[in-house]
């Protein structure tokens, strides 16, 4: 594999793999398994909604938040207009 990177991120890596006593390759592996390990247990069991919300069902997924976020946002701008017409 061939990794293209800027000769000042390089130089950095290269510091922090000499500080860390390992190779630039076995630094770059050390951080990618880090980063990868860190999204897995990012992704773990959501948590509830708490507090004075915790009555309400909060979405599983972002696409869910979003098309109930878009759907609210459609309903209040017709709202806004027609107010805006009464007046």
Do not use: D, N, Y
């Not at 880090?34 to 897995?40: N, P, T």
């Amino acid at each position: 594999m061939t990794l293209r990177i800027e000769p000042e991120l390089l130089e950095q890596l290269r510091a922090v793999a000499k500080a860390e006593r390992r190779s630039v390759s076995a630094q770059m592996l050390f951080l990618v398994r880090r980063e990868l390990g860190a999204k897995a247990r990012r992704r773990r069991k959501p948590l509830p909604t708490l507090g004075w919300l915790s009555h309400l069902r909060a979405p599983r997924e972002l696409k869910e938040f979003r098309r109930v976020r878009r759907s609210l946002t459609r309903e209040l701008e017709t709202r806004l207009r027609r107010h805006a017409k009464v007046k």
